[in-house]
């Protein structure tokens, strides 16, 4: 009986810690996944937050330069959940990955505070050359599902990564970037309140189409 005990108090200490630890990281699944009902269970059923904590934990032992150990819990997180991300990389706080399958987060990339990510995005190099090599995301930024951000390219702050993007060159701050390659509209140097709204996303290629198709069938008109 004073072994359940025990085992009851440790676990119910373990679970308040991680809860602690990562409490930015709660918040913010809370905040932007209307499903995330209570901290439990975000705490057991959320990849996102579980691939984070064994992040980590590789990210630690890589730094006391512990050997092989650290890849293979980024491999192990891999398979328990979908979502692999390099023990080196580095990740502020706040973070959070919404379902997650298929994300990848390279060696040398660097994520702000508050950043959003979605499953399929691939935070990648574009060829063999050694050191930074990954991109850097800034804070508050949104990076919708099937984007790939390749290369050692900075996304600014407050910025917005459209589904499916594929970015090769630096994103202004307070931007939204849609399309392939992806092309940004500056939202006039202000702030953009993120709402996770992926439906009404400005696209100037589509609305530059739009104005093109109008003027044809105008000319059309004329005849």
Not at 45 to 69: D, E, K, M, S, V
Not at 153 to 173: E, F, R, T
Request: aromatic share 8%.
């Amino acid at each position: 009986m004073g072994t359940v005990i025990i085992f009851i108090f440790t676990f119910v200490v373990f679970i308040f810690g991680i809860a602690l630890i990562f409490k930015d990281e709660i918040t913010s699944t809370k905040n932007r996944d209307p499903s995330a009902t209570n901290i439990l269970e975000i705490l057991f059923t959320y990849a996102g937050l579980h691939a984070l904590i064994l992040h980590r934990i590789a990210r630690f032992l890589l730094r006391i330069n512990i050997p092989f150990i650290p890849r293979w819990i980024s491999q192990f997180n891999r398979w328990l959940t979908g979502i692999e991300i390099h023990p080196a990389a580095f990740i502020g706080e706040g973070l959070f990955i919404d379902h997650g399958m298929g994300v990848v987060i390279g060696e040398t990339t660097i994520i702000g505070d508050n950043v959003t990510l979605y499953q399929g995005v691939t935070l990648g190099g574009t060829g063999k050359e050694r050191g930074k090599r990954h991109p850097n995301i800034g804070n508050n930024v949104v990076i919708g599902a099937g984007a790939k951000i390749l290369g050692n390219i900075c996304v600014g702050d407050n910025s917005y990564v459209g589904a499916n993007a594929v970015v090769l060159k630096d994103v202004a701050p307070n931007s939204t970037v849609v399309g392939v390659p992806g092309r940004i509209t500056k939202q006039d140097g202000k702030k953009i309140e993120i709402e996770l709204d992926h439906i009404h996303v400005f696209d100037p290629v589509m609305q530059r189409i739009e104005e093109l198709e109008k003027k044809i069938e105008e000319l059309k008109n004329r005849d």
